[in-house]
């Protein structure tokens, strides 16, 4: 994985603007910590920041191809697991190649199909493309977004990188929010293709963009699409364990040591699985990884989204399997002194000790490998939420999981917002309108009963709206550490699949994700196997509520503190001074949004316009 920055600009001559282009790619340096690159024309600037996994001398960045007068040249982030076969079909046409690289097989896809190269792909990819002759820059983004890029139109130039540090780098970016950046920070949800400042954009999953000097152009080229499930629960189930295993096996090509994270649920036990079969087979043993927390097992209170512990589960799968196995066991001290290491990778408020705690697991796989093959989006595509079973969250008018969670105490029971914050942005409001809006694209089947036609557009709005968040959290928290993340669950093929699957055909036996299950029969040990959905650990010790309570209080407190015009600070002391005052998962969350949003404006000098 890498970072890529760019700017093109048709009236502007890059040439005498290297500092700036290479500043912007300096905020990238730990997705890229191995090796940097420029290329500048007139024109176009590119840059890179590379970690190097595949082919370590032969995938230097920006690529540049020029032949008969053409200039190709290419930054780009990612792994094309299909590049091997492109390779082949290519060099059928005629393409020679000078290296091993992916990168390389990705260029001259572009020279031989255009923009229609990303139909050709399987993978997760962003990247940036200047053809010299065209004067176009093509900008991309793969199937599900695994991948961020982020862009910004300032007068005649166009600005990309893979995070926003990078377009904050140049002068042009502000870090300005307007009503809508307010309900997005201040929600914690942001919207598909939202770049959070003012006139910053989020290239969204599935979409290309094409910029020339009199336009600008953004195409969708993949989406699902609805048709009736012809094949019998058998041979269901056989496709899904079949696309698992060719999915595993391209994805472990790497030439840098690569590692699994194992949780003991159902679906990074199934990858690790996986994993670890394709390692006998080249006589080598995994290495497998799982976070868990100090005295996790005194403080675990069960619920809805937390059933059971996960280290009774991990290390039964790690027997089952024969991995090395590795639990990286985080403290509370560990947790505040790098509660804001996630907010300063995301370049927005960060989630809390979710987000620490999978950033110090990463840093931790970091120093013996480079990849790690990791289960995200299994519960999207195959319905495992708590949400996809609950009939009240399932009817609401809204995102179940907020349902969900207001039923849970994650809406505070008194109002954390000031009035003048309610009315000027009213986050509950807008995301209702974002509501309405996914609804209205998600690919309708005629003729489908009202439940699966209910339950296709919960599965939607997961894939598209709940799924970013999840990967935008693992590539943040792994990149921060210069260290990559594979999401087998998240291949295409796979999910074109398992979306026209009946509701009633994913819960066979009555259980969630239930063909998955069946899929892996013999794969796992039987516990872990039917183990019930449990969410990604979290540290419920007391001594992390007391320490985020304090921090929080001494920001209400400091009448300086940027939060304070947005926030009911009277109504959150009410609600912290309760003697129950909410759930500790929810008392926790509130702290963590104080400290978060409260940093993120002191650090970043946001300005609201």
Known sequence: MCGIAGWVDWEEDLTHHRSTIERMADTLCRRGPDAQGCWISPRSALAHRRLIVIDPEGGKQPMIYQENGYTYALTYNGEIYNFRELRRELERQGHAFRTQSDTEVLLHAYIEWGEDCVHHLNGIFAFGL?????????????????????????GSAILFGSELKALLAHPAVKT??????????????????????????????GHIATFTRERTQVTRYWMLRSAPHTDN??????????????????????????????????????????????????????????????????????????????????????????????????????????????????????????????????????EHATVAISGESADEVFGGYPWFRNEAAVNAPTFPWLYMMESLGGRMAVPWLSPEMEQRANPYAYMNRVYREELAEVPRLEGEDPKNARMREVFYLSLIHFLPMLLDRKDRMSMATGFEVRVPFCDYRLVEYVWNIPWEMKTVDDIEKGILRKAMTGALPEDVRMRRKSAYPSAQNPAYERET??????????????????INANAIRSIAEREEPLSQMSISTLYERIIQINAWFQEYHVSVV
């Open 233 to 366: 629960i058998e041979t269901t189930a056989e496709k899904i364990r079949a696309l698992l295993e060719d999915t595993v096996r391209r994805q472990l090509i790497a030439d840098m040591p690569v590692v699994a994270m194992l949780s003991g649920g159902l679906d990074s036990s199934a990858l690790a699985s996986l994993t670890a079969r394709e390692f006998k087979r080249e006589g080598k043993i995994l290495d497998t990884y799982s976070v868990d927390f100090v005295d996790s097992a005194q403080n675990f209170h069960g619920n809805a989204l937390r059933p059971s512990l996960d280290a009774p589960y991990v290390k039964q799968v790690a027997e089952y399997i024969g991995s090395n196995h590795h639990t990286i066991v985080v403290n509370t001290p560990e947790l505040r002194e790098n509660m804001l290491v996630p907010m300063r990778a995301y370049d927005l408020p960060a989630s809390g000790e979710m987000d620490t705690s999978l950033y110090l697991l990463c840093k931790a796989m970091k």
């Open 176 to 205: 300005e929010i307007d009503a809508i950046g307010l309900a997005e920070i201040f929600g914690f949800r942001r919207a598909p293709g939202s770049g959070i400042f003012r006139d910053v954009h989020e290239l969204r999953p």
């Open 130 to 154: 200047w053809n010299e002759q065209k004067q176009q820059l093509l900008l991309a983004r793969d199937h599900l977004g695994v991948k961020p890029l982020f862009y910004a139109q300032r």
């Open 549 to 566: 309570r304090q921090w929080a209080m001494h920001i209400l407190d400091d009448a300086n503190s940027p939060i304070q015009p947005f």
